[in-house]
């Protein structure tokens, strides 16, 4: 079974800078392209970024590129996003995805705000 738990979420300054990860068990992790997903409050949630199995290949939403970056270590089971430049509409709720399993993390609120 897929088991996908985030951390590493909180509160932070607008401008500011965070890191969320993911750790993946149940699954063999350096073969399955890896996505986060967000989801502010009354919103849909709304994918971010994905990175593909060997972790050479990235992809990042418009409103994210060039300042957050998606990394994966497949020793370790684990996908990353650091944020940089955090504004106050990146607030929402960040879910780690495994499109191939359909399985999702229970998520990690990362808070923008002054």
């Known amino acids: 079974q897929v088991r996908l738990v985030e951390s590493g979420g909180g509160l932070v300054q607008p401008g500011g800078s965070l890191r969320v990860a993911c750790a993946a068990s149940g699954l063999t992790f350096s073969t399955v392209t890896m996505t986060w997903y967000r989801q502010a409050p009354g919103k849909e949630r709304e994918w971010v970024a994905t990175?593909?199995?060997?972790?050479?290949?990235?992809d990042y939403a418009d409103s994210v590129k060039g300042r957050f970056t998606i990394s994966r270590d497949n020793v370790k089971n684990t996908v990353s996003l650091q944020m940089n430049g955090l504004k106050p509409e990146d607030t929402a709720v960040y879910y780690c995805y495994v499109p191939i399993f359909r399985s999702w993390g229970q998520g990690t609120q990362v808070t923008v705000s002054s």
């Open positions: 990175i593909s199995g060997n972790g050479r290949s990235t």
